[in-house]
């Protein structure tokens, strides 16, 4: 069975300890490299916030913030498992 070798805020390894999903502890250290997406984010999230015709979405910038952070992880989850 495979057991990835990146782990979240922990330096030592026990039995009774759950796996983590790397990609997800990755992330969570890739995001605040993506500051100025998740912004851009929240500001349109307040733009269209009031809209009642439901044409204004935010899908973009979700999907821009979303690519800066995997792009982030890619080279090092990928790393782990090659």
Sequence with gaps: ??????WCDSDDYRADVEVVDPKKCLEESC???CVK???E???CVKRV???????KHCT???FDYWQCVDK??????F???K
């Design 1 to 6: 069975m495979f057991h990835p070798t990146i």
């Design 31 to 33: 995001k605040p490299k």
């Design 37 to 39: 997406p998740l912004l």
């Design 41 to 43: 984010y929240q500001a």
């Design 49 to 55: 916030q009031g809209d009642e015709s439901g044409h």
């Design 60 to 62: 973009g910038q979700y």
């Design 72 to 77: 982030c992880v890619g080279p090092k989850l």
């Design 79 to 81: 790393a782990e498992l």
